[in-house]
């Protein structure tokens, strides 16, 4: 079951990917794994989706410590910075860096580990008072500040759009977030290269695909209801 509902959403990729002329290997796929337990994310991982994303930190552990030497570990929600130190060299990428003071705690936990992270900035595309996130207008500054910490690699940026049953409703936060990632790229700035969006969720992750993503988070649509996103 699991296998049938991947060859689907691989199928939507590449149709998504060839609609506006891009590589589907360009699009890179996040299990959301934060409902299932060791054995069923361990299926995951067997069936070729190495990327493994989990938003809560004791959880996240415990899988780590039975699986972590598979795969690449993702933390997609929302970061305490007294949890900075768990994740560093367990997670390899963090989806959520949305405010100075959580960059701050990380740059000094990585640096006395002698250790790095990579990390989307998170942008408040929507506006929503519900969604952390840098707002737009600020994303330069603060861009340009996490660019001097030496212990953080700024990969791109990340966004949550508004859940809708009508994915063209969203299509214009993601046309905005790749706006906001060109505007960063013609700084020329050596630390805000920002190559990837992640961006798109199950019930939209085509039309994030058509508009730029890189990464996309997928929850629910393939493991089952039991999964979101966030």
Known sequence: MLADRWNAIH???VQASHRVGRDPNEINV?????YLDVEQTKEILDLGLDHIGENRTQQALLKWKEL????TWHFIGRLQRRKVKDILNRFTYLH???RFSLAQEIEKRAKAQNTSL???I?????????????SP???????????????IEIVGLMTMAPKTDNPEEVRPLFRELREKQRELQQL??????????SMGMSQDFEVAIEEGATWIRLGSVLVGERSEET
């Open 68 to 71: 972590g030497d598979r795969g």
């Open 188 to 197: 020329n700035q050596p630390q805000l290269t920002v190559p990837h969006l």
């Open 118 to 120: 990579k990390c989307f």
């Open 137 to 151: 207008q600020d994303l330069k500054e603060f861009s340009l500040e996490v660019a001097n910490l030496s212990s």
């Open 122 to 134: 998170q942008v408040n595309v929507s506006g929503e008072k519900t969604k952390t996130g840098i």
């Open 30 to 34: 996040v299990t959301v794994t934060k």
């Open 96 to 98: 959520s860096l949305d």
């Open 11 to 13: 199928q939507r990729i």
